[in-house]
């Protein structure tokens, strides 16, 4: 087979995005080509993965609200993300609470002996911090390793061309509905998060250190900007989870190795983006607000 001088096939069609982005002729070469360690594992991988990150970003929301999808598809990935990870937040949060209250308690009663603001603070810290950053990593873990691994799959075994050949987009196909679900589920999972958590800080106050329930829930310190703070990283760590994963599923190269790198990756880059972000806009209300 002849090439031409640009590196392509002479019959070769137009290079979709993902194929731009990956450095891929055709998606079908994921399943047989090895993982470009000098681009990914060399000194510019990590410029290379941000870049990616970013064109994705861009790409996805700007078919956020016109993509051809069904309704319904956000409706069950946001379901699906929801149910599947439920269960798993609402325990570790209730964790998170009765640690954090017993800590603060055995710390402020040994040094002034004074409980009263315990409630008050830790609430003002769960609503801006502790909630959307716990939940947010905890959603890394369960959501964001699930959608490399599935959108990965795909990649390696020739499933993606399969929507090309439909004519449909599979940016628009698999990730507008997960980024629209996974914006919906962090909302959801964040509220019950939060609640497991101050309802378990108030049970540990209360059969460890006779705290009564007046004391403990006093919202006297939550403003306005802290709620708009938890938030805006409930709705930010929402997006960045589908965003990195997906962007590690579709570069996902080499068959079963490859999904196993794109899962770890998807993890880990997650997990660092919402670290980020959470520091981000904690300097941004920290300046502009002065909280």
């Not at 055709?26 to 410029?47: C, I, M, N, W």
């Not at 609470?97 to 603070?121: E, F, K, P």
């Not at 769960?126 to 795909?154: H, N, Q, S, W």
């Not at 709620?227 to 068959?255: D, N, R, T």
């Amino acid at each position: 087979m002849k090439w031409s001088r640009e590196g392509f096939p002479p019959f070769a069609p137009k290079r979709s995005f993902i194929e731009t982005l990956f450095g891929r002729y055709t998606l079908a070469d994921g399943g047989h080509k090895q993982r470009p360690s000098e681009r990914d594992e060399g000194p510019f991988g990590f410029v290379y993965r941000l870049g990616a990150i970013a064109l994705l970003s861009v790409h996805t929301f700007r078919m956020l609200l016109s993509a051809r999808t069904d309704r319904g598809d956000t409706l069950r990935v946001a379901h699906r993300f929801t149910n599947g990870s439920a269960s798993f937040i609402i325990i570790s949060m209730a964790f998170v609470g009765m640690i954090m209250v017993y800590q603060s308690t055995m710390q402020l009663t040994r040094s002034i002996g004074d409980t009263q603001l315990v409630g008050a603070s830790f609430l003002k810290l769960l609503v801006r911090l502790v909630g959307p950053v716990v939940v947010g990593l905890l959603i890394a873990c369960r959501v964001g390793a699930g959608i490399a691994a599935e959108i990965g799959a795909m990649a390696v075994t020739d499933q993606l061309d399969a929507f090309r050949m439909c004519n449909a987009e599979p940016v628009e196909v698999l990730m507008v509905p997960r980024l629209r679900g996974g914006i919906l589920a962090s909302l959801i999972l964040v509220l019950i998060g939060a609640s497991a958590s101050a309802v378990a800080g108030a049970l540990c106050g209360e059969v460890l250190f006779g705290m009564s329930p007046g004391v403990y829930w006093n919202f006297e310190l939550i403003g306005f900007p802290d709620l708009c703070q938890g938030l805006i990283k409930a709705l930010l760590f929402g997006a960045a989870v589908p965003i990195v994963s997906g962007v590690c599923g579709l570069a996902a190269l080499g068959g079963a190795r490859g999904v196993g790198e794109a899962t770890t990756d998807a993890v880990v880059g997650s997990s660092f983006v919402i670290v980020v972000l959470d520091s981000l806009v904690s300097l941004v209300f920290h300046v502009t607000v002065g909280q």
